[in-house]
């Protein structure tokens, strides 16, 4: 017999072999989440005993509460901090806290029970309330509630920070930020439920090194604690409880992984070139300032893409302009004059800050995201601004703007830059004069309007990730369309060919930062179709100039004019795959 074989979507590649970390996040919103309905004793020494727990678990919420708001108060001042404050209170209120106890004590309720009761009631409340306001404060609600819940049971909530030895997290979902906080040394795979090949999560896994595995669906229900389980991420396969033979096999494979890897270590020495001698920018994405440094090690001719909110996720409350500049000046510096591009926030979609307390949206895709908030929060993108513009005078410091979807959301972003870099210049605070500022192209209507965009921006950088589930219309998280997304769809492709000679024809440059341009299959498009700058996770450079150094500009330009002829994804993949094949090239 073989071990469970499970199938899901493989979105960071890599063997590892590790015992299964079952992970249960508190939880204090909707019916699934309510604890079973057993009533505790109606004896007055267990009704006591229950109301102990309760009590205690609020002290400990706040003191939590307190400390967490005297941090943010540090970092963000009073207004930000109000937030948590006001949660503080709203412990206290008589219509919450009180109303728990009084469930214990009058239907006997358990404390989980009431608190998931008291929670579900008043957030429900909140919900249906005609005013926008109100309506945000059930997020708080349920807040607190998770956190009453984990103070309750504090051995009994799985988290993150107390696992030891290495092992393989199985889980419904991780959020981007659960995800950032993986050590991964410890967390050596992961496999969830739910989730799609371009989500922040998925993006983390891979600059993390960690091998994984999303949409694994409802099969992972299968997996115990503590059970064996070998994950292939570029395949997508979870095997729980393998037979020796088949762990055997993968433990050799593991060791050709290696080795594979080892040898492709001489080529982060040496520049990108291609067989006809043209240089290529290769650069690298990153996510905190520290992994610069193995951006560097990796050979990277810079950062094509600094994903900021990922240092913001890891804060416990929004970072002040000192602090970001501290991280962008790290980078730039790290970076020894290597280009980085910062892009500013892009809060919203998949990525939450609970802090910024943004409303819950139906479509948070479509919503309140990236520049949007920019805009209309606007001291958020003003402070990081303020922050970017003084480290541009660290290093080559470039800004873009994300999710940008007209000319007019570009001109208001560059309109702040500027009345920052007047304010700068009153207050004799350096910064690079000439500082080139950019754009994402990720949203269809800019990269049909690239001709326009191209007169006013200095650059343009292609986020595919994005680009593809706007185009057609398949959300990059959903795993049930997973089959639709593909950035070799033609009309991709074509928008593609349209941004990058829009920017040739004004004497601009295009960079591509969504994943596409990791994969060295896409390359020999790529550079037919004269992409500028290609920036990938740390990760996959080796292996991109190997395949580089492998093609011919010409060859590849006349490539491109035959693919983009070509009518479906699939034709498009065979039309690479025996290209690649021809000339012996990995794919
Ligand atoms: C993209 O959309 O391709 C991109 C690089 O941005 P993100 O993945 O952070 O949305
Ligand atoms: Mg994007």
């Known amino acids: 017999m073989k071990g469970l074989h ?18 249960k996040p508190a939880q204090a919103n909707g019916a699934g989440s309510t604890p079973p309905g057993e009533l505790i004793s109606d004896n007055p020494a267990a009704i006591d005993a229950e109301l102990g727990k309760l009590r205690d678990a609020k002290a400990r919420c706040a003191e939590q509460l307190e400390k967490l708001t005297e941090k943010a108060k540090e970092a963000v001042g009073e207004e930000q901090a109000g937030i948590l404050a006001g949660q503080r209170k709203l412990l206290n209120d008589p219509a919450f806290y009180p109303k728990m ?37 059930a997020t708080d609600i349920r807040d607190i509630g998770s956190r009453l819940l984990a103070c309750l049971s504090p051995g009994q909530t799985r988290g993150l920070t107390g696992i030891t030895g290495q092992v393989i997290l199985v889980a419904d979902d991780l959020t981007p930020s659960d995800t950032v906080q993986l050590d991964s040394t410890q967390v050596v795979g992961f496999i969830t439920r739910t989730g799609g090949a371009t989500s ?35 395949a997508g396969l979870c095997i729980a409880r393998p037979q020796e033979a088949e762990a055997e096999q993968y433990r050799l494979r593991m060791k050709q992984d290696l080795a594979r890897r080892q040898s492709l270590e001489e080529y982060a020495a040496r520049p990108a070139v291609t067989a006809d001698g043209v240089r290529v920018e290769l650069a690298a994405n990153i996510g905190s300032a520290a992994e610069a440094e193995n ?80 805009l209309l929060r606007q001291e958020l993108l003003r402070t990081q601004l303020r922050a970017v513009l003084r480290a541009s005078a660290f290093g080559t410091v470039k800004v873009m703007f994300p999710m940008i979807s007209g000319l ?5 972003a560059k309109a702040i830059l500027t009345e920052e870099q007047a304010e700068l210049r009153q207050e004799g605070i350096r910064f690079d004069e000439s500082m080139e500022v950019g754009i994402m192209v990720e949203i269809p209507s800019t990269a049909v309007l690239a001709g326009l965009f191209a007169q006013e921006v200095d650059f343009f950088s292609i986020g595919t990730n994005d680009l593809v589930q706007y185009t057609i219309a398949a959300d990059r998280m959903n795993e049930h369309v997973a089959h639709l997304y593909d950035y070799f769809h033609p009309a991709v492709l074509q928008l593609i060919r349209t941004v990058i000679e829009a920017s040739h024809t004004a004497g601009k440059w295009t960079g591509m930062c969504g994943s596409m341009a990791g994969d060295p299959l896409a390359a020999p498009l790529l550079l037919g ?46 039309s690479l795959e025996a290209f690649c094949n021809a000339k012996k090239l990995g794919v």
């Not at 020894?336 to 939450?352: F, Y």
Request: glycine share 10%; proline share 4%; aromatic share 6%.
């Open 529 to 574: 179709l004269g992409l500028d700058e290609w920036s990938m996770e740390a990760g996959s450079l080796s292996l991109m100039k190997k395949q580089l150094a492998g093609l011919d500009r010409q060859e590849c330009r006349e490539l491109a004019e035959r693919i983009l002829r070509l009518d479906t994804p699939q034709a498009v993949r065979q």
């Open 295 to 374: 951006a560097v090690r990796q050979g990277a001719d810079g950062v094509g893409l600094f994903r900021t909110e990922f240092l913001f996720m890891n804060a416990p409350a929004m970072p002040g302009e000192e602090e970001q500049f501290r991280a962008y000046q790290e980078a730039a510096r790290m970076m020894e004059g290597r280009p980085v591009i910062i892009r500013t926030m892009d809060i919203g979609g998949d990525k939450e800050l609970p802090y910024l307390q943004l409303p819950k949206e139906t479509n948070p895709f479509l919503g309140f995201r990236a520049i949007r908030v920019g």
């Open 408 to 412: 007019q959301e570009w001109r208001q």
């Open 200 to 234: 922040h999560t998925a993006i983390l896994a891979r600059s993390l090194g960690i091998a994984a595995i999303v949409g694994a669906g409802d099969y992972i229900d299968a997996i115990n604690d503590g059970d064996i389980l070998v994950v292939d991420g570029s």
């Open 6 to 23: 499970i199938q899901g979507i493989g979105v960071s590649e890599g063997i590892r072999i590790a015992k299964a970390y079952v992970y």
């Open 101 to 137: 106890e009084a469930r214990v004590r009058e239907h006997l309720e358990s404390a989980p029970q009431a608190i998931s009761e008291v929670v579900s009631h008043v957030a429900a409340l909140f919900e249906g309330m005609n005013n926008d306001y109100m309506k945000e404060r």
